[in-house]
C-alpha cells in the first residue's frame, strides 16, 4: 500500500464521524503496564472526554493545498486551515483543557496527499499533569503520498510534577516524501523550579518507506535525573528534529542545519545524517524553552529551503 492509501478505519461511521473508542493496548513493558492496571474512580481510561482524537487529511488542488477534511473531539478543536504562509496548508490543534490528565488517551492523525504541503502544530504548551493513578499517552500518525511535504512541530511538553506521559510517533512515507517531525521536551514548570519531579515520560519516534524502516528514536526518562555528562550536562530543555528529505544531500543539509541552530545564542546543539543519509536529525539543548524552540525553528528554516525553495513563514502565536 503506497503512503497516503489507508484501508476504511474500523470505527468510522457512514458519515466520516469516529467513535470514541480509545487505541488500542499493546504491552508498554515496566512500568507503564503496572500504571495501565490502576483505575480511575472518575472515569476509566480512553472513554468520553478522555479519548481525544483529531484527525486531518490535505490534498493538492491546483497550485494550493487544502485541508479537504478535519475531524477533532474532545479535547481538541482545529482552527481549520490558516493562509499566511504561501508555501504549506497551516493547521493550529487547539485544546481548551488544563492538560494532558490521567487516563487519556489522545490520537492524533494526518495524512498528506501526492504533492501537497501542509504544517501542523499546537496553539501552546502541552502540560502533562501530575497523576497519582494510571497515565496519559498520545499517539500520533503521519502520512505523507508522493511528492509531499509534512511537517509536524507541536508546541513543547511540560511534564508536571508526578506527571505520567508515553508518546508515540508512527509515519509512513512515501518514496520522495518529505517530513519534518520536532518536539521540545520540558522537564517541570522551570518558573517554579520544578525540575525533573516527573515519574516517567518514554516517547518513540519511527518512520518508515516503501522498503521498510527509515529511522527510529526513543527517549526513556525518570530513573534519574539526567543532568549529568554524556547526557543533559547542565541543560535542561531537550529540543530533537527529524527530517526525511530525499531532495537534498543529507551531509551538506546537516552542516547546514547544524551551523544555523548552533549559532542560535543560549543553546547547544548538534546535527547529524539519519541512517542511510535519508535526511537530518538535530538535538538542541538549553536552559529555557524559548531558545532551543528558536534553534529548531532556525533549523526548519534551511530544511525547507532545501525541500521546497520557501522559507518558513512568520510566527503566528505570542
Known amino acids: 500500500m503506497a503512503a497516503g492509501d489507508r484501508p476504511a478505519r474500523e470505527d468510522a461511521d457512514p458519515a466520516g464521524g469516529v467513535e470514541p473508542r480509545p487505541p488500542a493496548e499493546r504491552p508498554l513493558g515496566a512500568p507503564f503496564d503496572g ?5 480511575l ?3 476509566a481510561p480512553g472513554t468520553v472526554g478522555k479519548a481525544g482524537v483529531f484527525e486531518a487529511r490535505f490534498q493538492r488542488q491546483g497550485p494550493r493545498t487544502r485541508l479537504v477534511r478535519d475531524h477533532a473531539r474532545v479535547p481538541f478543536h482545529s482552527t481549520g486551515a490558516l493562509d499566511h504562509d504561501d508555501a504549506v496548508a497551516t493547521v493550529f490543534l487547539q485544546t481548551p483543557t488544563g492538560g494532558l490528565a490521567q487516563g487519556d488517551r489522545h ?3 494526518i495524512e498528506v496527499g501526492p504533492d501537497a504541503r501542509a504544517h501542523v502544530t499546537g496553539q501552546a504548551a502541552t502540560k502533562v499533569l501530575g497523576m497519582e493513578r494510571n497515565y496519559g499517552r498520545v499517539d500520533v500518525s503521519l502520512s505523507v503520498g508522493a511528492g509531499g511535504y ?3 512541530v507541536p508546541d513543547p511538553t511540560i511534564l508536571q510534577a508526578g506527571s505520567r506521559c508515553l508518546v508515540r510517533t508512527d509515519a509512513a512515507l512515501a518514496g520522495d516524501a518529505t517530513l ?3 518536539d521540545v521536551l520540558v522537564p517541570g514548570r522551570l518558573a517554579r523550579g ?3 519531579a516527573f515519574d516517567r515520560y518514554r516517547s518513540r519516534t519511527v518512520a ?3 522498503e521498510g524502516r527509515l529511522f527510529e528514536d526513543a527517549a526513556d526518562m525518570g530513573d534519574d535525573d539526567p543532568r549529568r555528562p554524556g547526557l543533559l550536562g547542565d541543560s535542561t530543555v531537550v529540543g530533537s528534529l527529524y527530517a526525511v528529505t530525499p531532495g537534498a544531500d ?3 543539509l546537516a552542516d547546514a542545519v547544524h551551523e544555523r541552530a548552533a549559532g542560535c545564542e543560549g543553546v547547544k546543539a548538534g546535527a547529524s545524517t539519519l541512517p542511510g543519509d535519508v535526511g537530518v536529525f538535530l538535538r538542541a539543548l538549553g536552559e529555557r524553552s524559548r531558545p532551543v524552540e528558536g534553534a529548531l525553528r532556525a533549523a526548519r528554516d534551511e530544511i525547507r529551503r532545501a525541500a521546497i525553495g520557501a522559507g518558513v513563514g512568520p510566527r503566528r502565536k505570542m
Open 107 to 109: 490520537r492524533v492523525d
Open 35 to 39: 500504571y495501565a492496571e490502576e483505575p
Open 180 to 182: 519534518v517531525v520536532g
Open 41 to 43: 474512580p472518575q472515569a
Open 250 to 252: 543529507a551531509r551538506d
Open 208 to 210: 518508515r518507506g516503501p
Open 194 to 196: 520544578e525540575r525533573f
Open 150 to 152: 509534512l511537517e509536524y
